[in-house]
């Protein structure tokens, strides 16, 4: 019997993007997939984004399809909704993949994030990349998803969902990978946060930058299959 894998995007994308990658673990797992609030053309929620918010959708979603002690793949975002879940509720997940998922969040780094998400400069300067948004997230307004996305990185700036004592806590199996071309994600943080998992281990992707669209998705499901299996 195959195992069930549940697949978590990452901040302003959708399910559709993953959609290639849990076709090519058909084979090994049966594979979920599912969008946060607000995202992939879900309702925008009239509060603020906030990882506890996109893990009750998780929860929700494992609990309604009966698969509590699924195995997680978690990119970006999606992986630190996975680690929150891991840490503030046990036995909801059981093994956790992440690439590319952010640890640093401090003051600095989320507000240079979060300016990255300015609706007015990426229709200005990406226009490709702004008509993909409104797409993706219709019949949703893509600018509020990036606007609330900002605010939450902000208030991750400013109070962590996942202290550095919150890792060293969480009894899951974890792997933390990331690309060695990030721009977003720095080894050293992944490393770092590597070292506090109590049952951790660690993957850098060699040739690889942060947008999900530019890993190798061949290398990644293999990477898959070995840890999972």
Excluded at 72 to 84: I, K, P, T
Excluded at 154 to 163: A, D, P, Q, S, V
Excluded at 177 to 206: A, Q
């Amino acid at each position: 019997m195959k195992q069930s894998i549940l697949i978590l995007h990452g901040a302003i994308g959708s399910s559709v993007q993953l959609e290639p990658f849990a076709d090519m673990l058909k084979d090994s797992f049966k594979p979920y997939l599912l969008n946060f609030s607000g995202h992939g053309g879900k309702p925008v929620p009239d509060g603020q984004f906030s990882i506890e918010l996109f893990a009750g959708d998780v929860m929700y979603f494992i609990s309604k399809n009966r698969l509590e002690g699924i195995n997680v793949y978690g990119y970006s975002m999606g992986g630190y909704v996975a680690l929150y879940i891991a840490r503030n509720f046990p036995g909801m997940i059981n093994k956790i993949f992440t690439t590319a998922t952010k640890f640093d969040w401090s003051k600095e780094s989320s507000l240079k994030e979060s300016k990255l998400l300015d609706p007015l400069k990426i229709s200005e300067k990406l226009p490709a990349f702004a008509v993909e948004l409104e797409k993706r997230h219709s019949p949703e307004d893509w600018k509020i998803v990036l606007n609330k996305t900002a605010r939450m990185m902000i208030e991750l700036g400013k109070n962590k969902t996942l202290k550095d004592e919150d890792f060293s806590q969480i009894e899951n199996t974890v792997l933390v990978s990331v690309g060695d071309r990030d721009k977003m994600v720095s080894i050293e943080e992944t490393v770092d946060v590597y070292r506090k998992l109590r049952n951790g281990s660690l993957y850098i992707l060699p040739d690889t930058p942060h947008p999900i669209e530019k890993i190798n998705v061949e290398r990644l499901v293999n990477e898959v299959k070995i840890f999972f299996n």
